[in-house]
């Protein structure tokens, strides 16, 4: 069941598509075990290190005001164990974000010899800018969401009443929460434009419906935040923002359609 019309295509057997998707599997898979097993053994404690540098970072600020918030800045492990899962699901992360383009490349391969021309062309128009957004997500959780976020709660306690010890199980959880949603969230001007092509929706849509759209923002945002304000409006303005790429990026796909039939008789 091959869509594609090339002359002289040889046609696969459904038994044929499976192997060949499990030998694109495959490969993917041992990439993805090449640099799961690199993060392990050759550099685990640069990676660990890496990592840790959102708690760091949040903890020197709080060391330099004035007056200053001074804690333990070590990590409490609490398990003989946590370590260790500490540095597989670093390992499996590093894995997860560095094979990724490749387990891509395999899976459109398979997938997109069974589309028609046009289709291939919109994924591979949407697929680069997809990765790159989440990257940028990602980078700006990394320098900016998650040390404000700490710094925010980590100043929060009263030294006078409380001992501050936390936990390295719970940072890294926080830290991986914040990668994946942002990672996930950054999506949405193309996700946008993608509904905008499929016919649903418009520039002067979405500009109603953007006070809507905000008050949504905030909700989503105080859902997948600690329950404090400051994760939570630093969550809901980059999604703002975005919102607005998508506008302006749907703005520029209805000008170019307007003026297509012109051209074309031009």
């Not at 094979?99 to 395999?106: A, N, R, V």
């Not at 092509?197 to 935040?225: C, L």
């Not at 790429?245 to 749907?250: D, Q, S, Y």
């Amino acid at each position: 069941m091959n869509k594609t019309s090339d002359p002289g295509e040889v046609k696969m057997t459904f038994a044929e598509h499976l192997e060949e998707l499990r030998r694109r599997l495959v490969r993917a898979g041992l990439v993805i075990s090449v640099v799961f097993c690199l993060g392990w053994f050759i550099f685990p404690g640069p990676l660990e290190s890496l990592f840790m540098l959102p708690h760091r970072w949040a903890v020197e600020r709080l060391a330099a005001r004035e007056p200053p918030v001074l804690f333990e800045p070590r990590l409490a492990v609490l398990s003989p164990l946590e370590q260790i899962f500490y540095r597989v699901k670093v390992a499996l992360l590093v894995s997860g974000v560095a094979g990724l383009p490749y387990l891509l490349f395999e899976l459109w391969g398979f997938v997109g010899a069974g589309l028609f021309r046009n289709e291939r062309r919109a994924v591979m128009r949407y697929l680069p800018w997809s990765l790159l957004l989440a990257l940028v997500g990602i980078v700006f959780g990394f320098l900016v969401l998650i040390p404000f976020v700490l710094e925010y709660l980590y100043g929060m306690p009263d030294p006078k009443q409380f001992v501050q010890a936390y936990r390295l199980e719970s940072y890294f959880s926080l830290f991986l929460l914040f990668t994946l949603a942002l990672a996930a969230m950054f999506q949405l001007p193309l996700i946008m434009l993608g509904l905008h092509a499929a016919g649903i929706g418009s520039a002067a849509f979405y500009s109603k419906y953007r006070r809507h759209f905000i008050v949504g923002d905030f909700v989503v945002s105080a859902v997948i935040t600690p329950p404090e304000p400051v994760s939570m409006i630093l969550m809901a303005i980059p999604m703002m923002l975005l919102y607005e790429v998508g506008v302006a990026g749907i703005r520029i796909a209805e000008r170019r359609k307007r003026r297509a039939p012109a051209g074309a008789r031009g």
